[in-house]
Nanobody
Framework: QVQLVESGGGLVQPGGSLGLSCAAS????????MGWYRQAPGQERELVAF??????TYADSVKGRFTISRDNAKRTLYLQMNTLTPEDTAVYYC????????WGQGTQVTVSS
C-alpha cells in the first residue's frame, strides 16, 4: 500500500524559511520522478517543483526561492522554501510526477505576520 506522508509545515513570517519532508512507502521510490504540489484555499492544486534523475524544474512563482531534493536511500523527498511570501500559503503535498498515487494528508504552510 502506497503512503506519502508530508511533514514540516507551520506558521512563518514573510521572508522566512521552512523545510518540508515527504516520506514514501509502498513504491520503489528511486525509479519515480517526484514532485511537490500545493493547494491554496479556493484554488486548484498546482505543481510547485519536480525532480528527475537529470535535474529539477520549478514553477515560475517559486524559482530561485525553493529547492527540491531527494534521498533515495531514505525514500524521502524534500522541499526547502526560502523568502516565503503570503502567496505561498497553501497545503503542500508530494506525489509522483505526474501524480499517480493517492494523495497524502499534506502539510499546511501559512505565511503571515
Amino acid at each position: 500500500q502506497v503512503q506519502l506522508v508530508e511533514s514540516g509545515g507551520g506558521l512563518v513570517q514573510p521572508g522566512g524559511s521552512l523545510g518540508l519532508s515527504c516520506a514514501a512507502s509502498g513504491i520503489d521510490f528511486r525509479f519515480y520522478k517526484m514532485g511537490w504540489y500545493r493547494q491554496a484555499p479556493g484554488q486548484e492544486r498546482e505543481l510547485v517543483a519536480f525532480i528527475t534523475t537529470s535535474g529539477s524544474t520549478y514553477a515560475d512563482s517559486v524559482k530561485g526561492r525553493f529547492t527540491i531534493s531527494r534521498d533515495n536511500a531514505k525514500r524521502t523527498l524534500y522541499l526547502q522554501m526560502n523568502t516565503l511570501t503570503p502567496e505561498d500559503t497553501a497545503v503542500y503535498y508530494c506525489n509522483t510526477y505526474p501524480p499517480s498515487r493517492p494523495w497524502g494528508q499534506g502539510t499546511q504552510v501559512t505565511v503571515s505576520s
